[in-house]
T-cell receptor, first 113, second 115 residues
Framework: AQSVTQPDIHITVSEGASLELRCNYS??????LFWYVQSPGQGLQLLLK??????LVQGIKGFEAEFKRSQSSFNLRKPSVHWSDAAEYFC???????????FGTGTRLKVLA | NAGVTQTPKFQVLKTGQSMTLQCAQD?????MYWYRQDPGMGLRLIYY???????DKGEVPNGYNVSRLNKREFSLRLESAAPSQTSVYFC??????????????FGQGTRLTVV
């Protein structure tokens, strides 16, 4: 069965520090992979997506993610975190055959001034 | 362009009451979804509809029913609310299938409390 694992429930970083959020997936075929961000009380906003091609994808707000098939991972990175990045981040895999989206449990990011 | 609109935004129900959560999208998308979000559990799929006239169960369908009224609207009904259904509910839509697989677009959520 398809699944997504986000091992880190909470992460705290200082403003200006680099960030990496981990995501591992389980899916038999070539995955469609997404990262979403959720600010408090808001819906989910797409940060970036990977379908095929270049394994390093760029997204909005200065985020990037790298697809590593051998590790079944799709980790999200940002070189320098801003206080406004404090939010919850969700990794998701899309199941192309049934057109569903399976989400991880999320990672809550806290940014220290 | 409103995107995905959910009503109401907040609701308090008593145990045993019924209610319908409404969702409408104006992007001409084929697929629509209902998720619930609970602390530490991420988003779990309740039901989805890949096209007008079809619905399928997701991961946690018990206690819910859905109706794909037309291409724009997808409602979620709680027939007899239970405290375990206290959650934040999100509706989403996607162009898939028919336009290739791409991302889902989310509404702002409905915060439901069952007392």
């Amino acid at each position: 069965a398809q699944s997504v694992t986000q091992p880190d429930i909470h992460i705290t970083v200082s403003e200006g520090a680099s960030l990496e959020l981990r995501c591992n997936y389980s899916y038999g075929a070539t995955p469609y992979l997404f990262w979403y961000v959720q600010s408090p009380g808001q819906g989910l906003q797409l940060l970036l997506k990977y379908f095929s091609g270049d394994t390093l994808v760029q997204g909005i707000k200065g985020f990037e993610a790298e697809f590593k098939r051998s590790q079944s991972s799709f980790n999200l990175r940002k070189p320098s975190v801003h206080w406004s990045d404090a939010a919850e981040y969700f990794c998701a895999v899309g199941t192309g055959g049934t057109y569903k989206y399976i989400f991880g449990t999320g990672t809550r990011l806290k940014v220290l001034a | 362009n409103a995107g995905v609109t959910q009503t109401p935004k907040f609701q308090v129900l008593k145990t045993g009451q019924s209610m319908t959560l409404q969702c409408a999208q104006d992007m001409n998308h084929n697929s629509m979804y209902w998720y619930r979000q609970d602390p530490g559990m991420g988003l779990r799929l309740i039901y989805y509809s890949a096209s007008e006239g079809t619905t399928d169960k997701g991961e946690v369908p018990n206690g819910y029913n859905v109706s794909r009224l037309n291409k724009r609207e997808f409602s979620l009904r709680l027939e007899s609310a239970a405290p375990s259904q206290t959650s934040v509910y999100f509706c989403a839509s996607s162009p898939s299938p028919g336009q290739g697989f791409t991302e889902a677009f989310f509404g702002q959520g409905t915060r439901l409390t069952v007392v």
